[in-house]
């Protein structure tokens, strides 16, 4: 074994690594703005950010100032001692969200949604509400309360049963909400937009359908907008569209722009549902991934990226309607974070045709690619991968 051969990084990963990932295709060296490069040198336009988490790009001057400047001052207190990027990150999601509440900070989503699931359950023993819903095919993460929320039996039920009483509706259908939502329910969780189902909206009216649900019956609303949020449809965060606040949300993902972190957010009474005592996290907080969040929501700002996602995420879905081609269907999804949907199960074999022609998307189902870049990327950018596109679905079905 050479180990000073990137070439081979690929065959150490399979045997070094358990096998719960596979080999990924391609390793990557470095990054910079939308592009990444592999160890041979090949460029690609990244249109999945490392799964809609590179939101400033790659080796963004402010993500790498602030976290240099940060990991060189104070790299981590632990929750025993304050410290101020924290403190200036919780009061800036405060700001951004419009409504008073409280926050938690972790380290990755799947801990933000433990937190939400933590307060679900505390509200439900205090007021004698039993059981959860969460919508099928709805992904919440892989620790073993996220995963009890998780609607996918291929990776929910080798791991079963759970401890939690989660009842699964189906997604979009507001009726069947609404019998699932009793006085004995604790807490509802919803994607406003399923992320790993294949990026797939509710129709119109769900989300403030789900909100009313819960106001009449008492249940909390739990929006994980871990995918969702922090620009990628255009708006900070997803609800926004339907004008509706949950009682809990949950961001990850884009938040930290490749650095981990992960936030829960109580609104109102929600908020402080928790005691001393109740929750923790010796990361959550860290002062470098929170400098590095308070970089990201930054960039956004200064940089006008909301109203740039808006246009570009036109720019690419338009783009997508007119490429024409028999494999395509149409294309799902908001601001910069779409599906191509294809006509027939071919999706990894397009990430594989795209892979070759310099571009990374993500087969997300057997019959949808995700396309989620940078939300810097450009619309010429994009229009290097419309014109390309065409090939590509080509070769996917040869
Ligand atoms: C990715 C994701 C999670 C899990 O986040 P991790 O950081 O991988 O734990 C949870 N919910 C949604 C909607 C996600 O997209």
């Known amino acids: 074994m050479n180990t000073n051969d990137p070439a081979d990084l690929r065959a150490r990963h399979a045997a070094a690594f358990m096998p719960n990932y596979g080999v990924p295709p391609v390793a990557l060296v470095r990054g910079e703005g939308a592009y990444v490069w592999d160890e041979a040198g090949?460029?690609?336009?990244?249109?999945?950010?490392?799964?809609?988490?590179?939101?400033l790009g790659h080796a963004h001057p402010a993500l790498a100032e602030a976290v240099s400047r940060q990991v060189a001052t104070l790299a981590h207190s632990s929750n025993l001692f304050v410290n101020e990027p924290e403190v200036l990150l919780a009061e800036r999601l405060l700001g951004l969200l419009g409504a008073p509440g409280r926050v938690f900070l972790a380290n990755s989503g799947t801990e933000a949604n433990e937190c939400a699931l933590k307060l679900v359950l505390k509200h439900g023993g205090a007021t004698g509400r039993g059981y959860v819903v969460a919508a099928e095919n709805g992904f919440h993460g892989r620790t073993l309360g996220a995963l009890s929320l998780t609607g996918k039996a291929s990776i929910r039920d080798q791991f079963g049963p759970f401890p939690i009483d989660?009842?699964?509706?189906?997604?979009?259908?507001?009726?069947?909400?609404?019998?699932?939502?009793?006085?004995e329910c604790a807490g509802v969780f919803l994607e406003p937009t399923q992320g790993e189902a294949g990026v797939v909206p509710p129709p119109a009216g769900y989300m403030t359908a789900a909100r009313e649900i819960c106001d009449a019956t008492g249940a909390l609303l739990v929006l994980d907008e871990i995918q969702s949020a922090i620009g990628r449809t255009g708006h900070w965060f997803a609800h926004q569209h339907d004008g509706i606040v949950p009682d809990v949300l949950t961001?990850?993902?884009?938040?930290g722009g490749g650095l981990p972190v992960g936030a829960c957010v109580g609104f109102g009474p929600a908020g402080t549902?928790?005691?001393k005592g109740d929750h923790g996290s010796t990361f959550g907080g860290n002062p470098v991934a929170s400098a590095a969040a308070l970089a990201v929501l930054d960039t956004i700002d200064r940089d006008g990226l909301l109203a740039h996602v808006r246009a570009t995420g036109d720019h690419l879905a338009e783009g997508l309607t007119s490429v024409g081609h028999p494999l395509l269907a149409g294309v799902r999804g908001r601001g910069l974070w779409r599906a191509a949907v294809l006509t027939a199960p071919l999706a990894g074999q397009v990430q594989?045709?795209?892979?070759?022609?310099?571009f990374l998307v993500n087969a997300?189902?057997?019959?949808?690619?995700?396309?989620?870049p940078p939300l810097i990327v450009t619309a010429p950018q994009i229009d290097t991968f419309?014109?390309?596109?065409?090939?590509?679905?080509?070769?996917?079905?040869?």
């Open 386 to 398: 419309l014109q390309a596109l065409p090939a590509i679905l080509t070769e996917a079905t040869q």
């Open 273 to 275: 549902l928790f005691a």
């Open 364 to 372: 997300v189902q057997p019959d949808a690619v995700r396309i989620a």
């Open 251 to 255: 961001l990850a993902k884009g938040l």
């Open 166 to 183: 989660v009842r699964f509706v189906p997604y979009g259908d507001a009726d069947a909400l609404k019998q699932a939502v009793t006085g």
């Open 352 to 358: 594989e045709a795209a892979q070759r022609a310099g």
């Open 42 to 55: 090949a460029r690609y336009l990244d249109l999945i950010a490392g799964i809609a988490v590179s939101s």
